[in-house]
């Protein structure tokens, strides 16, 4: 494989990591107990993390990555797998 495509794919799993990771520990501001500012939507995040959120989608993009790489290495499941009109 290489290495730019890589970068590529861990590039679409850390995007879809950070989707993923995006709504833990997001607290609103009547969760916490703040005042909310006027015109502020309902489901605001009260303390938003942009650091946090990076990491932790960086931590979960490197253990898919890692899992897909074993897969592209090993072959463990191939396209014939999904192939169910031809049994």
């Known amino acids: 494989m290489k290495w730019t495509s890589i970068v590529a794919i861990y590039a679409l799993f850390w995007v879809l990591s950070a989707f993923l990771v995006l709504p833990f520990g997001i607290k609103t501001h009547d ?39 074993l897969n592209y290495v090993n072959g463990w499941i191939g396209s014939d797998a999904f192939d169910f009109y031809s049994r």
Do not use: C, M
């Open 31 to 69: 969760e916490a107990g703040l005042a909310k500012v006027a015109g502020q939507a309902e489901s605001a995040p009260a303390h938003f993390n942009p650091r946090r959120i990076a990491r932790r989608a960086t931590v979960l993009a490197l253990v898919l990555f890692g899992l897909f790489y």
